[in-house]
């Protein structure tokens, strides 16, 4: 019998997905639930509506009437701190692993002790120092600060990534009269690609989920971040659950596509990145 | 571009100060070290500088919360930690059957890792609010049960703060495992398969030295950064009630909300001495790992 012996494996099977969905479902129940009824007597929403998403889209309630320019707020910041991050990444990487410039290995060093010490202890002294340079409030302030974070990781990655791109390469380039620069476009870059789209995927996540930093350093309610906006709702006892919950749910979808198109280069990045046995 | 390959000697290289590759290493340094000077090192030296004053550690250190939340900090760290990475290492076991089914699940499983915290560590929020959330509606409706407050005790809270952070992290760590569980040679296990070895001979004598240092290197990472999870305790209890489930990583922002910022710093700071050896042996670590490719 294939189901008797195979039985464990979907009891674990069953395990693993009740887990996984509860929180996920309950949020969609939620976000369906008429707005005067988000108490959820059972495990289906009685009168399932999209009223929530409505109220949402056209910022129609006052706890979402700043819901666009908020959008706005975390895409820009997120696209920013990919692009910047990648710039810095690929510049710190090809001096560290092409040109081999002498303290490389430090400087690898250096940014993995970055990556590795607990944001949550950095958030306070950069909150500090984004004030001492009139940058508090600023969206520019938790783009630096992201950039920060992410950049170590993006130079160890890369690091790893670059060693395997052979030498020889360069070296051919070079008495085929490239100069470093050209081998950087040229020869390097190319491929870098898939390292960048795991990077570049990083980063922007990164900052698009940031809580801590962002409600730390932005203030003004127009320009805040969807995450804060959302940590916010509960700053009131009567908070409109159903509405945060679609909100949450909008704010969800895009970092998750993105998750999952970029799946295959986010796993090997990581496997190939953070740990290794 | 000639393609006539000449004598090597066709541009010597101009000896006077540096080379045109060291020139370009440096520029290409530049950003990297603003950013890390301007957004690392200063705010660092500035916030040992503001936590600096004795008064604060005395304050601090007279504070009973300050004691509670070093309780929480060990406890959740503890449970969190080792929990996740052993329900991670049995996962990666049951993730690397070859079924089709499976292979979806693993595809549905990663989804707490893809998505945002925010919204679900949220969503936990409203099912465990002892009135109107549904956990204890259904208690109540399926067992006639009155469930307890969830959130508005201290052990309750803390539990849920360890399962919310264990429901987020546990995918990344079970996919680690599971790709150093598939890097083991097939043939180790159809060798031992051929002596006749149990599922549990296999798993101690095959699987487990292969990956006892991965393992080791999963707890380390994750002990440093659970201790950094700032997310599943303050948007889940919001360290409440009274003070009493904060934990290092959420107890700062607890002071600066009270304008104390010198005692704010001085709790980050007294958690160094715990926090930088585990990173700095985490640095020497992965770092030899890396040379040694």
Known sequence: MKFARDWPLYLVGSAVFLWTIIPIYHLLVIALTPQQEAVASGLFPKHPTLQNFELVLGAKHNMVQHFWSQLGTSVFIAVMVAVITLAIGVCANFAITRIRIKGGRMITNIALLTYLIPAAFLAIPMYKIMGAYGLVDSPWSLIFAMVALASPYAIWVMNQASTKIPRELDEAAKIDGASTMQIFRFVYLPLMVPTMVAIGTYALLLAWNEYLYAFLMLATESRLTLSVALGNFLAFDDAPWALLMATGVIYALPPTAIYYAFRRYMVSGLTAGAVKS | ?293
Request: proline fraction near 6%.
């Open chain 2, 1 to 293: 571009m000639s393609s006539v390959a000449l004598p090597a000697p066709a541009q010597a290289p101009p000896k006077k100060g540096l080379s045109e590759e060291t020139f370009w290493g440096i520029v290409l340094l530049v950003p990297y070290f603003a950013v890390f000077a301007l957004f690392v090192v200063f705010p660092v030296l500035y916030g040992i500088w503001l936590g600096s004053s004795p008064s604060a550690y005395r304050k601090l250190f007279a504070d009973p919360v300050f004691a509670s939340t070093i309780v929480n900090t060990i406890v959740f760290l503890l449970v969190a930690v080792n929990v996740k990475m052993l329900l991670a290492l049995g996962l990666s076991a049951f993730f690397l059957q070859e079924k089709a089914w499976i292979r979806w699940l693993s595809v549905l499983f990663l989804i707490a890792w893809a998505m945002p915290s925010i919204p679900t560590i949220l969503s936990f929020r409203w099912m465990l609010n002892p009135e109107w959330g549904m956990l204890n509606a259904l208690l109540f409706k399926w067992f006639q049960i009155e469930g307890p407050g969830w959130l508005t005790e201290r052990h309750y809270g803390l539990a849920w703060a360890i399962i919310v952070h264990i429901w987020k992290s546990l995918p990344f760590w079970t996919l680690i495992l599971l790709a150093g569980r598939m890097a083991i040679p097939k043939d180790l296990y159809e060798s031992a398969a051929v002596d006749g070895a149990t599922r549990w001979q296999t798993f101690g004598y095959v699987s487990w030295p292969s990956l006892r240092g991965l393992y080791l290197t999963c707890v380390l990472l994750s002990t440093i950064w659970s201790l950094g999870d700032f997310n599943s305790v303050y948007l889940l209890t919001g360290g409440g009630p009274i003070d009493s489930t904060h934990v290092l990583a959420t107890l700062g922002i607890r002071y600066l909300r009270m304008d104390q910022v010198d005692v704010a710093l001085a709790s980050i700071i007294v958690a160094m001495p715990a926090i930088l050896p585990i990173v700095w042996y985490m640095m020497k670590r992965l770092s030899a790992e890396h040379t040694a490719d």
